[in-house]
Every structure is written in C-alpha cells, then in structure tokens.
C-alpha cells in the first residue's frame, strides 16, 4: 500500500509500507511522461562509549536534549551550546537528517533552508488557530537549525496604532500570544512522526524539535513592590532603638541569686 503527498517543484513523494526506508520521488518530465527515483535510507546503528542504538531507537544527550539515531547519526532537538547565543524571543529549535537532505538535493536541489518556507506555509495555512507568526532562519549548524518566530509586520502595525512606543518586553509577551502554540504543534508533530510531516517531501529531514522561549532573568528587572527609601531608613531606626532599650533593661536588672 502507499501514501502519497502532492509537493512543490513538481514532485510527487510515494512510500510503500513494506519499505519504511524507502520511498519514490516522482515528477512529471517533458511528454507529460512520470520518472520516478527510489530513495533508501541506510539502517545503520548508532554505537557510543556506553551503549549501541538501533536505527530510529531514542537517546538522550546532556545540553542536547532528546536524540534519535538515524543512518548512524544522532539527531537531536538542539545544536551544541557553545555554538548558539539566543536573543529575547520565541524559537523552534529543529534537528534535521544530512542523510535525508543529500538524497533530497540529488533529485529536487532543495536544501534544508527551504524547509523554512514550508514551515512558514504550515503555520498560516494548516495549524489551529491561524497565526500571523512569520518564521526566519536564524542559525544553522550541522543537522540543527533554529528558527525565530516574529510578529508579522501587519500584526506590529495593529498592534502599534494609537498605543504609541511599546517596550520589547511588551512585543514578546505579543510573540508567545502568537507563536508560541503554532510552534508547539508543529514541533509535537516533528516527535511524532505525524504523516502530514513524515510524508512531506520537504519537511520530513526533520526528526526532532523542541521550542523555546527566551524571556529577560528576574534579576535583570526592579524588585517586586520596592520599598520607598524613608520606609527602610525609618525600619532600621525603630529596630536600632529596641535593640538599645533592651540591653538598658539588661544593665539594670539585678544579678539572680
């Protein structure tokens, strides 16, 4: 039996279930006439110090998140710290398949970058609750990118008019209201598996994705309900003058005999 998924450029994906790893890329060529590629993915294992993963079996690694061994590889949702710095903002940390997007661009010369776009196209057009959360590319590591959600520019005018300047700590709270949800099915159905993404030409090189969202320390901020100054001086007075008065007491007090 197959499953198949009209996509862009022309191509057609078709998966058989008797071959998990293997699907078809078919196009239409010059005649109207359909050339089709079979495309196999390898089901290599995945062996560190410790242990030795199966293809497609779950891992954990520290500061990486969840991971999943693919072809011999492990794809995790986040790149290595020391290769990102995030900003304030709202972010889909995905992690794709060189794998997949090497037998991708053999047969259609799209990239891993174009999966932005179709993300973008799932985000208006097939998520609950339509969005006007634009994604940009905002870092690309090896099998890792991350994606930053943004207001739309006709959501920032909305939002804008008549209300004057708006601090960045107002226009991400606006970003979360917006993004956030999008993000997080489109991300559950990354870790899912779901057909609509493992199907897609495009966006099935993605294997797992986490969001984030970076919002300012509590640290960086004025504490909560501060005390006027005269307040605090009047507290430390009224204490110094107790402690005073009972040491008075102290000194006349007789000896216990």
Request: hydrophobic fraction near 35%; include cysteine; charge should be negative.
């Amino acid at each position: 039996m197959e499953s198949e998924r009209s996509l862009s450029a022309g191509l057609l994906q078709l998966y058989r279930e008797d071959e998990p790893e293997c699907s078809e890329l078919c196009q239409c060529s010059e005649g109207e006439t359909l050339v089709c590629n079979t495309v196999c993915v390898e089901r290599a294992p995945c062996q560190t110090e410790f242990a030795f993963y199966n293809h497609k079996a779950p891992a954990y690694q520290a500061y990486r998140g969840r991971c999943l061994c693919y072809s011999g590889r492990f794809i995790c949702m986040r790149p290595s710290p020391e290769s990102y710095n995030l900003p304030l903002g709202v972010f889909l940390f995905l992690g794709y398949s060189e794998t997949d997007e090497a037998l991708l661009k053999n047969h259609s010369n799209m990239t891993v970058q174009d999966a932005v776009g179709s993300l973008q196209e799932i985000m208006h057009h097939e998520v609950t609750n339509k969005t006007s959360c634009s994604l940009t590319l905002y870092n690309v590591t090896k099998e890792n990118l991350i994606v930053m959600a943004k207001l739309s520019s006709e959501i920032l005018r909305a939002h804008n008019k008549g209300k004057g300047h708006h601090s960045s700590l107002e226009l991400l709270t606006k970003e979360k209201e917006e993004c956030v949800a999008p993000l997080q099915d489109i991300s559950e159905k990354i870790n899912t598996h779901h057909p609509e993404f493992h199907s897609h030409l495009l966006l099935s090189i993605f294997k797992m994705a986490e969001v984030e969202v970076k919002v300012p320390s509590k640290s960086s901020g004025s504490p909560a309900n501060p005390q006027p100054s005269w307040v605090l001086l009047l507290s430390g007075l009224v204490t110094s003058s107790l402690v005073l008065f009972f040491q008075h007491q102290l000194i006349k007090s007789p000896p216990v005999s």
